[in-house]
C-alpha cells in the first residue's frame, strides 16, 4: 500500500532564504508524485509533478522538487522564499497500478517572515 | 476554459438535514473524484466517478453519503441526515482520462460545510 510522510507539520523561513519541505513516500509500484499549495479558504493548486521522466522537476514559482528512489524521498524546494510563498504544502503520491485515487500526506504549514 | 466549479462554496447545515455538494469538471474531462478535509488533515478519497458509473467507492462512508455523475449536468455529492462529524471541506477534481498517476488531477476550491 502506498502512503506519503511530510517530516514537518510546520517549517518558517524569512523572506529570501532556502525553502525546503522533506517528503517521504512508500509505494509498491512505480509512483507519480506531486506536490500541491492550498492557500487558506482557497482550493488547491498543482506546483509540480514526477511521472518517471527526469528525477529533477521543475514547477510553478520557483518551486523544484527532486525523486530520489533510493531514499525515497521527494522534497520540495526554493531558493529564495517569498511572502507569497506562505500556504499549506501537499506531498501527494499516486500509484499507477492501482490508479484512480491520490493519497495526501497531512501537509506542512509555510510561513515566511519579513 | 473555466476550471473545476463547486458550488456552494460554503454550506451551513442543521443535524439531520441533507446537503448536496455540486461539481462541474472542467471542459473535457470525464472523471471526476471527491476528496474530502477535515481540520488540520490532509485530503482523504471518497469516491471515484466516470459518467454514469461509480468507479471506486472504498472511501466512502458506508451510511449516509451517496454520489453521482449523470450523463448530463453536475456531479451530486449527497450527505442525508448530517452530523457535526460531517463539517469539513469537500474538494472535488477531475481528469481528462483515467489518472492512474499519470493525469492530473484538478481541485475545484472546495465547499465546506458546516454542521450546527
Known amino acids: 500500500a502506498q502512503s506519503v510522510t511530510q517530516l514537518d507539520s510546520h517549517v518558517s523561513v524569512s523572506e529570501g532564504t532556502p525553502v525546503l519541505l522533506r517528503c517521504n513516500y512508500s509505494?509498491?509500484?512505480?509512483?507519480?508524485l506531486f506536490w500541491y499549495v492550498q492557500h487558506p479558504n482557497k482550493g488547491l493548486q498543482l506546483l509540480l509533478k514526477?511521472?518517471?521522466?527526469?528525477?529533477l522537476v521543475k514547477g510553478i514559482n520557483g518551486f523544484e522538487a527532486e525523486f530520489k528512489k533510493s531514499e525515497t524521498s521527494f522534497h520540495l524546494t526554493k531558493p529564495s522564499a517569498h511572502m507569497s510563498d506562505a500556504a499549506e504544502y501537499f506531498c501527494?503520491?499516486?500509484?499507477?497500478?492501482?490508479?484512480?485515487?491520490?493519497?495526501f500526506g497531512k501537509g506542512t504549514t509555510l510561513s515566511v517572515s519579513s | 476554459n473555466a476550471g473545476v466549479m463547486q458550488n456552494p462554496r460554503h454550506l451551513v447545515r442543521r443535524r439531520g438535514q441533507e446537503a448536496r455538494l455540486r461539481c462541474s469538471p472542467m471542459k473535457g474531462h470525464s472523471h471526476v473524484y471527491w476528496y474530502r478535509q477535515l481540520p488540520e488533515e490532509g485530503l482523504k478519497f471518497m469516491v471515484y466517478?466516470?459518467?454514469?458509473?461509480?468507479?471506486?467507492e472504498s472511501g466512502m462512508p458506508k451510511e449516509r453519503f451517496s454520489a453521482e455523475f449523470p450523463k448530463e449536468g453536475p456531479s451530486i455529492l449527497r450527505i442525508q441526515q448530517v452530523v457535526r462529524g460531517d463539517s469539513a471541506a469537500y474538494f472535488c477534481a477531475s481528469s481528462p482520462s483515467l489518472a492512474g498517476g499519470q493525469e492530473t488531477q484538478y481541485f475545484g476550491p472546495g465547499t465546506r460545510l458546516l454542521v450546527l
Open positions: 501527494v503520491v499516486s500509484d499507477t497500478q492501482a490508479g484512480t485515487a491520490l493519497i
Open positions: 466517478l466516470q459518467k454514469e458509473n461509480i468507479i471506486d
Open positions: 514526477y511521472t518517471s521522466a527526469a528525477t
Open positions: 509505494s509498491s509500484y512505480s509512483p507519480s
